[in-house]
């Protein structure tokens, strides 16, 4: 079955540090999501990415964050300066018409 | 906007006996519902989902979901569970086809006991 990689699987960071998420999306998909989910919370929509731009992004996703694919191959979330209320785990998602598939996600922890 | 209610944090079965896992979603237009199951420290991986026709929707690992507009429900659902089938399931919809701005459940841990 076709996978999803995100690393770091767990993120340590300073608040005010700057972090940037890693997915490495399945091979020949056009479209990729991020989500992330607050400990205890429900899974929440972030941005999604298509054609090399932002197709879409939630109210979460303010100046502070920021996507891109600069190799064809990686996509990546970045988060300029973290706070607290950024922890979470952050999921990539590689989506083909029919289905998504989700990675195994990264833990942040903001301290 | 669009959601989905999981009414139940916890569903404890015992193997061999049918597990059910119940989702609700809000009426906005014609919903495609999805259900994901999360094992530990994996991703989210896909088991079905309800996009039109035949209200009964079958999927992977012997699962099955029953689309019931009337009750605006779609619960998860496997005759006879299995040990493995403890995780994380969540429930998700989307009111576009093909648009992966899904919007997710609470989750609900299941614990089958052997």
């Known amino acids: 079955e076709p996978e999803v990689t995100q690393t770091p699987s767990h993120q340590v960071t300073q608040m005010g540090q700057e972090v940037i998420l890693r997915c490495v999306p399945i091979?020949?998909?056009?479209?990729f999501y991020w989500y992330r989910q607050i400990l205890g919370q429900k899974v929440e929509f972030l941005v999604s990415?298509?054609?090399?731009?932002?197709?879409?992004k939630s109210e979460i996703f303010d100046d502070q964050f920021s996507v891109e694919r600069p190799d064809g191959s990686n996509f990546t979330l970045k988060i300029r300066s973290t706070k607290l209320e950024d922890s979470a785990m952050y999921f990539c998602?590689?989506?083909?018409?029919?289905?998504?598939?989700f990675g195994q996600g990264t833990r942040l922890t903001v301290v | 906007a669009q959601s989905v209610a999981q009414p139940e944090d916890q569903v404890n079965v015992a193997e061999g006996n049918p597990l059910t896992v119940k989702c609700t979603y809000s009426?906005?237009?014609?919903?495609?519902l999805f259900w994901y199951v999360q094992y530990p420290n994996r991703g989210l991986q896909f088991l079905l989902k309800?996009?039109?026709?035949?209200?009964l929707v079958k999927g992977s690992y012997g699962f099955e979901a029953e689309f019931n507009k009337s009750q605006t429900s779609f619960h998860l659902k496997k005759p006879s569970a299995l040990v493995s089938d403890s995780a994380l399931y969540f429930c998700a919809v989307s009111y576009t086809l093909n648009d992966y701005k899904l919007s997710f459940g609470a989750g609900t841990t299941v614990t089958v006991r052997a």
């Open positions: 091979s020949n998909h056009l479209y």
């Open positions: 009426v906005s237009g014609n919903p495609y």
């Open positions: 990415f298509y054609n090399n731009e932002i197709s879409e």
């Open positions: 998602a590689s989506i083909t018409a029919s289905e998504a598939f």
């Open positions: 309800y996009i039109t026709g035949d209200n």
